[in-house]
């Protein structure tokens, strides 16, 4: 099964959710065929739709002056960082595909990150019983949130590369604030060539999923997405 890949680099946050939903009616229309998008924000949050705005704990006037954007989407879960040096996916993927199966979607995106650590840099990964997520020990790695519209899917997962680990101390992350986070910058003790972990992220998405990655430019992305 062939999955549309595009590396978008630095891309807002708006611009970004209204390429996903241009690409997820395309893909409800069956006119495109599966898309995984990756790239990075600039320094922003979100509140999931059933978030609690007290897990934003940094001062409004102190985000504002740090050009802080926060969002409130359609997405499960709680209030979520992204920034530079995160590698954020959205994959618009119709899980008529895939059995019609959410539980077993998230545990592929799981499994895609615990896959990778462990097999690229030995770093033993898991899930958390009680957090979606993959999790090193009681520290969260890789986020996921999702949203589902007529069995496809949006918005996706966010794996802590180079991030700044300082910037989510502006927020109990996913609305949990007895656990940390981390990041492969932290763990392995240097900086991480970004493109290869792309790469990385590409091959263990795909075995995770069983499809043939198809890679695209932007400027392609874009004329197909309308």
């Known amino acids: 099964m ?8 630095t891309i807002d946050y708006q611009e970004a959710l209204h390429l996903q939903e241009r690409l997820l009616k395309l893909r409800q229309q069956g006119t495109i065929n599966d898309v995984l998008l990756l790239l990075e924000h ?22 504002k002056a740090r050009g802080v954007q926060v969002f409130k989407v359609n997405r499960g879960g709680d209030v ?12 618009i993927l119709d899980l008529k595909g895939f059995g019609r199966d959410v539980p077993g979607y998230f545990r592929r995106i799981e499994e895609t990150f615990i896959q990778l650590m462990q097999k ?11 957090y979606p997520g993959v999790w090193v020990g ?12 007529r069995w496809v899917t949006m918005h996706g997962f966010a794996f802590n590369v180079n991030t700044d680990l300082d ?3 502006w927020i109990h992350p996913c609305g949990i604030s007895d656990k940390g986070v981390t990041s492969l910058h932290k763990i392995v003790g240097c900086p991480q060539n ?5 790469e990385q992220v590409i091959k263990y998405f795909c075995a995770a999923f069983d499809v043939e990655p198809q890679i695209i430019d932007t400027e392609t992305l874009f004329q197909m997405a309308g």
Do not use: M, W
């Open 2 to 9: 062939p999955l549309t890949v595009s590396l978008l680099g």
């Open 42 to 63: 600039p320094p922003t949050l979100t509140l999931g739709l059933k978030a609690d705005g007290s897990n934003i704990i940094a001062p409004q006037e102190a985000l």
């Open 80 to 91: 979520t960082y992204h920034g530079p040096g995160q590698i954020v996916g959205y994959p």
């Open 120 to 130: 690229e840099y030995g770093i033993q990964a898991g899930r958390n019983a009680k």
């Open 138 to 149: 009681d520290d969260k790695i890789t986020a996921i949130g999702c949203s589902l519209k």
């Open 167 to 169: 910037h989510f101390q």
């Open 194 to 198: 970004l493109a290869v972990v792309h």
